[in-house]
């Protein structure tokens, strides 16, 4: 730039670098590097060779190189997904292999459950190599293991009413008949749930989805016959034999007659507080914010980030924004007037806030001529469009201006800083947008020549990638409460019900994505796919307690006990199966990467709030005036359940009369 043709002297070369190659201070610079597409999949051998190369410079090492931009970007995420992924995954299961010990005292039985579920989860990955698909960051979070657990523990929970009822022989084949029916429409509908992620345009969504709901089938599948046939095959006798003889209550029953009564006592109450739950948390979630930012999904003490902020605040900012100004390649504008219209498009938005540089082809041009009228005027007006005329493929390998197709584009480049927590990438652009737009359809108007200007780069893409984020949310939790709710409809044969069943499994997503609304954090991909997969496993436990009440109606026709017979047959299978995979989930929260440790924690909030809404809300409106619609049409029961029943439904445990 000092040099001919433009011959400017050295500082006002360096100011008009200033923030893109070198810093305030003119001291400091940098190297851009661009990978060619080819290499897109090898970022992280291109990244070891900038390291490598810097080692071959005296006194210089890898730790002093500073390095940002969208190809590590994509390398620090990566990285941050396996960081500690093991520790945590082993961890995790830890927890759970300790919980499903406390919850069922056996150790045979805990691990035809524990295989059960890593048999799924390998399924899962499974399904991802037969169809071609490369696992991301987003596909470690197929909650697989979960769901298997989860489906595991109601199981044996059922084998183990069977053996404290009528013994071993024939407990495997009575406890598959009472579960397959919750159990299958349970997984149906969480597979319809985590399906409906389909809609997202966001390609590692939409993968997520596939392969989760892929895996709960495939773990329903595991469920009715791996542990089945391990229970037949490899019977735990002599826990067997102490579960029949023991003659003793479920360990729980007293607190659940205690929450039934509470219940009994107060249904409307209870009713109103789960309304004022689902109207406070509707607000909220109407606040929630979506962020698609590198800087929300790693920690500040990432090296990736930590790299960013040395060199957006010593060098320049780093998010671009490409404004590209297309105009036809035929038309009366000398080079002066088009370059005029550069000039000013380019002082006025780096005016505006949140605007750190521009970059564009006066950058790279001549002073532009200021007069309009005299000989002096004209004749800087001539040699300028001169030595435009003669220096244009300069401004083309440059990337400023080209002719193509027919069209003639100018490029202006802004940037922003990723660093700042504050800045929201949509205000910016709808600023930049609001000033440039009416620009040039004033001068358009006045030239008669249609000029209009495109949006492209990491800036308009990260707002996009939010506002898609939002909308999939949206699209894909409507789309998962419609066909569940159908289903519900369908299996209950009652619209009313069908609908008044949704308000449990809807209330703990309204309930945390609520929070979140009201308390501030912008939520990312891994947030955004919790609403959908939570409404599929929250109707896990909804199913239980209906097709649990049903069989307590058939059997008493009363609701009160027709609820406390529920409460005994499946409340203790609910409160297991949340305390299991909500703690072994939680453990996840400890993961660098925000997508994978806000799935983690959302979820086991969702769990929780889950089971509070089963064992609360749900009987307070089977108990309700609507409870009614829940009733099913009266039939016989049969022989073999009438003897295990007296005129009081009996607790699971008690010895057959």
């Not at 399906?195 to 392969?211: A, E």
């Not at 979630?285 to 800087?295: D, I, M, N």
């Not at 000989?375 to 002719?403: C, P, W, Y």
């Not at 929070?515 to 609403?531: C, F, K």
Request: neutral net charge; glycine residues 6%; hydrophobic residues 50%.
């Amino acid at each position: 730039m000092t040099e001919p043709p433009l011959e400017l002297p050295r500082d006002e070369a360096m100011r008009r670098l200033e923030g893109w190659l070198i810093g305030e201070d003119h001291q400091t610079t940098c190297a851009v590097a661009l990978i060619a597409p080819e290499a897109y999949d090898y970022r992280e051998a291109a990244i070891e060779h900038v390291y490598q190369s810097a080692a071959k410079v005296d006194g210089l090492s890898r730790d002093d190189l500073r390095v940002a931009g969208n190809t590590i970007d994509g390398v620090a995420i990566n990285q941050a997904t396996s960081q500690r992924m093991m520790t945590l995954t082993i961890a995790s299961l830890a927890i759970c292999v300790s919980l499903m010990y406390v919850a069922f005292r056996s150790v045979l039985l805990t691990w035809f459950v524990f295989c059960t579920a890593v048999l799924s989860e390998r399924l899962s990955f499974a399904w991802m190599f037969y169809l071609g698909a490369t696992p991301d960051s987003v596909s470690l979070m197929v909650p697989a293991v979960v769901l298997a657990i989860s489906a595991g523990v109601h199981l044996i929970n059922y084998f183990r009413d069977e053996v404290a009822l009528h013994g071993l022989p024939g407990a495997a084949e009575k406890a598959v008949r009472h579960a397959w029916r919750p159990c299958s429409l349970a997984a149906f509908t969480t597979a319809l749930g985590m399906g409906s992620l389909l809609v997202s345009s966001l390609i590692p969504v939409s993968r997520f989805g596939t392969y989760a709901a892929l895996g709960t089938l495939s773990a329903l599948a595991l469920l009715f016959t791996a542990i089945p046939a391990a229970l037949v095959l490899t019977p735990p006798r002599a826990w067997a034999r102490k579960v029949y003889k023991s003659h003793r209550p479920d360990r729980l029953a007293p607190y659940w007659k205690q929450m039934c009564g509470l219940v009994v006592r107060f249904p409307n109450l209870v009713a109103g507080v789960g309304v004022l739950l689902l109207v406070v948390g509707v607000a909220g979630a109407a606040r929630v914010r979506v962020t698609a930012r590198l800087h929300d999904m790693l920690s500040a003490n990432n090296p990736v980030v930590q790299d960013y902020a040395w060199l957006e605040e010593r060098v320049g900012p780093l998010v671009p924004l490409e404004i590209v100004v297309r105009m036809p390649a035929e038309n009366e504008l000398s080079w002066l007037d088009r370059m005029r219209l550069v000039e000013t498009l380019h002082r006025e938005v780096r005016s505006l806030s949140g605007v750190e540089r521009t970059l564009s082809a006066v950058t790279f041009a001549p002073p532009l001529p200021q007069g309009v009228r005299g000989i002096k005027a004209i004749t800087e007006r001539s040699i300028f469009n001169r030595h435009m005329d003669k220096h244009a493929e300069d401004l083309a390998q440059l990337g400023f201006r080209r002719v193509h197709a027919g069209e003639e584009l100018w490029r202006i480049s802004v940037g922003a800083n990723a660093s700042d927590a504050t800045l929201q990438f949509s205000e910016v652009l709808e600023r930049i947008s609001n000033t440039i737009d009416p620009q040039l359809n004033a001068v358009s108007e006045q030239l008669g020549v249609p000029i209009e200007a495109l949006y492209s780069g990491g800036m308009p893409l990260v707002q996009k990638a939010q506002q898609q984020l939002l909308k999939d949310m949206i699209d894909s939790f409507v789309m998962a409460l419609g066909i569940i709710t159908i289903v519900m409809i369908l299996l209950l044969r009652n619209p009313v019900g069908g609908m008044l069943a949704m308000i449990p499994n809807v209330l703990p997503a309204v309930i945390v994505f609520g929070a979140m609304g009201w308390l501030g954090p912008a939520i990312e991909v891994g947030s955004m796919m919790t609403a959908s997969v939570a409404l599929g496993i929250a109707v896990d436990d909804t199913l239980h307690f209906i097709t649990w009440f049903q069989r307590g109606m058939r059997r008493t026709n009363e609701r009160r006990r027709a609820v406390m017979f529920a409460y005994r047959r499946c409340a203790t299978a609910m409160t297991q199966t949340s305390l299991i995979c909500g703690l072994g989930l939680v453990v996840f929260a400890a993961s660098p990467f925000a997508p994978i440790s806000r799935f983690g924690f959302m979820m086991a909030a969702m769990l929780a709030a889950a089971l509070l809404s089963d064992l609360l809300i749900l009987p307070a409106i089977l108990l309700g005036p609507l409870g009614i619609t829940f009733v099913p049409r009266r039939r016989a029961v049969a022989s073999t359940e009438i003897k295990t029943l007296d005129a009081e439904p009996q607790i699971v445990g008690q010895s057959n009369p």
